[in-house]
Nanobody, 115 residues
Framework: QVQLVESGGGLVQPGGSLRLSCAAS????????MGWYRQAPGLQRELVAAITIRSITNYADSVKGRFTISRDNAKNTVYLQMNSLKPEDTAVYYC?????????WGQGTQVTVSS
């Protein structure tokens, strides 16, 4: 079992930045591939960024060059640095451990990009 708690969401103007954090507890964090997903109203949940146990990363095309995922195994935490934010980045952002189908999810944190 893994418990995930996201933080760092909020309201930001277009072009601004936010850093999301996801703190894990309850199991060995370092054995899980981790991901950030997002879900906007009326849309399906989509993968934003992922990082493997060996810190290999991949990103959705829509965020490449703007978002950076990283992990700190000593702190059991995964981060999502979001720069050059756009209104279309507005969504609830979820942290995931272990994959979309069988993995664990956090409760989500709202990110709103608006002037």
């Amino acid at each position: 079992q893994v418990q995930l708690v996201e933080s760092g969401g909020g309201l930001v103007q277009p072009g601004g930045s936010l850093r999301l954090s996801c703190a894990a507890s309850g199991s060995s964090f370092s054995i899980y591939n981790m991901g950030w997903y997002r879900q906007a109203p009326g849309l399906q949940r989509e993968l934003v960024a992922a990082i493997t146990i060996r810190s290999i990363t991949n990103y959705a095309d829509s965020v490449k060059g703007r978002f950076t995922i990283s992990r700190d195994n000593a702190k059991n935490t995964v981060y999502l640095q979001m720069n050059s934010l756009k209104p279309e980045d507005t969504a609830v952002y979820y942290c995931n451990a272990g994959g979309r189908i069988l993995g664990y999810w956090g409760q989500g944190t709202q990110v709103t990009v608006s002037s």
